[in-house]
């Protein structure tokens, strides 16, 4: 018998099709990890045992019917818990939701129910998002699941650890300046953020609306190219006005040589401070993995990418401010009682719904955006944005991927990092990504030599050549997966005792 959390998802998809396993079987095996490994990893706000077994269930009725099964039929899947799905709350992890049940489905939820995933709950994550450790959590910490003294990342946090625990094979976070790659890193998993505009948002609570982006983890390569296929594969979504046609295959070229294909490195990005050993010799490991396979490595230059960081906490919290306006204890959540006057209840109920970092977020937004700071902020953070988003234009004339880390250190202690500005550094090689709008994927490398933890390597390429990454992180993996580099990756972290999951 087969431990659950051995399978890929392309081999439960193919599993449940030809009726070597039902997708009930995969939910109860599914759920009973999750009875285990839970109390240790608690990646989760709210599992959906009920839905869950209705919608495994459906397929296997589906599948007695003699009816096609979607690609992704069987496969437990988590969700982020900013993401709408009837029958759960969606509460953002915070306090001022706490009680929000969610009205509709989001498009990229249904996506995947739609290819016949399982929907085994909503995952753990930083408040709206706002975080690298979701430790901003409002209702408990999530550990990751390789040292439980450690934070998983965030903000999307608890769908990294998720999958990297074995609970569930896929899972979706949203990504607004690195919160599906660097906890990927962290948790190591591959995380996917694809290019702003190819996923639909419709349905996923907004933090900053031109940044955020939505994309999978799964524990290889090939699983996030099935998931990648079920978000974008029926075409635009025309409730989300940013979202783009994009008619790809993810898996047509996943396995093609990348013989003769260019990587750039961006050599400054090598020596910033901040920037582990560990992490540094890794990502020459992944260098020559992708030599040792036939591409070539050019030495590309991103000018302005040290004002990334600046830029994008004036742009974020901006945005954050406006979109986080609506909570205002009238319309949604949260509502203070006994209050006299409107104004009154609005302060108290914001006062009260919101953490700490959320508020500091929102005043940061509100600060920026008044007149006489406007254009001494904003406009020049706009201005930067443009240059961010002109350096990769011309550093892709150059290579195809450029390749970096994707997160500068390996997972730190619970409480190490309370300083917010340093915790915001945690995203230095993701933000410019989704300042420029381009694709980028997090791939797992192995375990440091120094911390025997997760680290990582992160592929960015120009925008809706998503495809592509995918295929220099497939060669990545197989690189790994043969010994070379650091060692093999993307296994299922470490010895649950009583490890549930059994098939
Ligand atoms: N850590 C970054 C922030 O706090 C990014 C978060 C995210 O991508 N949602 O804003």
Redesign the pocket.
């Known amino acids: 018998m087969a431990n659950f959390d051995e399978l890929s998802a392309a081999q439960i998809a193919a599993g449940v099709t030809a009726g070597d396993f039902s997708a009930t079987e995969l939910a109860k095996a599914s759920l009973d990890a999750l009875d285990q490994r839970e109390p240790q990893v608690q990646a989760f706000l709210q599992t959906s045992a009920d839905l869950a077994l209705a919608a495994a269930e459906a397929t296997d009725q589906k599948r007695a019917a003699g009816e096609e099964l979607g690609p992704l039929a069987g496969v437990p899947v988590a969700f982020k818990d900013n993401m709408h799905l009837v029958g759960t709350r969606t509460t953002c992890a915070s306090r001022m939701l706490e009680n929000y049940d969610s009205t509709f489905t989001a498009t990229c939820v249904q996506r995947m129910l739609d290819a016949g995933a399982t929907p085994m709950g909503k995952a753990n994550m ?1 408040e709206f ?4 450790s979701t430790e901003s959590s409002a209702f408990h910490r999530t550990n990751n699941p390789w040292d439980t003294d450690r934070v998983p990342g ?3 946090g608890g769908s990294a650890a998720a999958v990297a625990s074995g609970e569930v094979t896929l899972s979706l976070g ?7 790659r ?1 906890p990927a890193s962290l948790c190591g998993v591959v995380g996917m953020k694809p290019t702003y505009g190819a996923v639909s948002r419709y349905g996923v609570v907004a ?2 609306s031109s ?2 982006q939505v994309g999978p983890f799964g524990r290889r390569v090939e699983d996030v190219a099935l998931a990648m296929n079920a978000l974008v594969g029926s075409g635009r979504d025309p409730y989300d006005s940013t979202s783009q046609d994009c008619p790809v295959d993810f898996l047509e070229h996943l396995d093609d040589p990348i013989e003769g294909r260019i990587v750039g490195i961006v050599p400054q990005l090598m020596e910033v401070e901040g920037l582990t050993d560990e992490v540094k010799a890794a990502i020459a490991g992944a260098r020559k993995v992708l030599e040792d396979q036939g591409a070539k490595v050019v030495e590309v230059d991103l000018p302005n990418i040290a004002s990334a960081i600046a830029a ?2 004036v742009i ?1 919290p901006c945005e954050a401010f406006s979109n986080l306006a609506r909570f205002d204890g009238v319309r949604y959540g949260y509502q203070e009682e006994g209050c006299s006057t409107l104004a009154e209840q609005t302060s108290l109920s914001r006062a009260h719904g919101f953490g700490e ?1 959320a508020k500091r ?1 929102q005043m940061l937004g509100a600060y920026l955006l008044s007149s006489g700071t406007y254009d001494k902020y904003y406009y020049p953070a706009q201005q930067v944005r443009t240059l961010i988003t002109q350096d990769y234009v011309n550093a892709y004339k150059q290579c195809d991927v450029i390749l970096m880390p994707a997160a500068p250190r390996t997972a730190f202690k619970f409480g190490e990092i309370s300083d917010p500005t340093q ?2 550094a ?2 230095m090689f ?2 410019s990504n ?1 300042i420029a709008g381009n694709g980028g994927i997090s791939v797992p490398l192995g375990l440091g030599k120094d911390s025997g933890l997760p680290v990582s390597a992160q592929l960015q390429g120009p925008a809706f050549k998503d495809r592509s990454l995918l295929t220099f992180a497939r060669a990545i993996e197989r690189g790994v997966d043969a010994g070379s580099g650091l060692g093999k990756g993307a296994p299922v972290a470490p010895d649950f005792a009583g490890r549930g999951g059994e098939l």
Request: no cysteine; charged share 20%.
């Open positions: 930083d998002a706002f975080g690298s965030g903000s999307s949203s990504d607004t300046g690195g919160s599906i660097q933090f900053g940044l955020d994008y906490y974020a970092e977020r915790m915001y945690s995203d993701t933000i989704n």
